[in-house]
Nanobody, 125 residues
């Protein structure tokens, strides 16, 4: 089973930056499309960003496009989310997810197979 562990969350002032990391177990990391989702209390888990198996293609939610950047390092079994120009509405628990052998960019919760425990990101006004 693939295990995912997020890190890098914390408290940041509006307009600031933060980088999240997700470390994955196993030797087949490159067989998984990776994504980031976020969930605020009482809200649905929403798509944030995704990256293809080799990192050649990416997709972003409109709300974060131009501010967030997803990347991956398959040699390190790690995916990153660089967040800039943060806004209070970005406050949420951020989850890393892995979808096995999805060659199209996927953005729905049900399309992903494995999930991390999440890391809290809080943006103050």
């Amino acid at each position: 089973q693939v295990q995912l562990v997020e890190s890098g969350g914390g408290l940041v002032q509006a307009g600031g930056s933060l980088r999240l990391s997700c470390a994955a177990s196993g030797r087949t990391f490159s067989s998984y499309q990776m994504g980031w989702f976020r969930q605020a209390p009482g809200k649905e888990r929403d798509f944030v960003a995704a990256i293809s198996l080799s990192g050649g293609r990416t997709n972003y939610a409109d709300s974060v496009k131009g501010r967030f950047t997803i990347s991956r390092d398959n040699a390190k079994n790690t995916v990153y989310l660089q967040m800039s120009s943060l806004k209070p509405e970005d406050t949420a628990v951020y989850y890393c997810a892995a979808g096995y052998r999805h060659f199209d960019i996927i953005s729905r919760v049900r399309e992903y197979d494995y999930w991390g425990q999440g890391t809290q990101v809080t943006v103050s006004s």
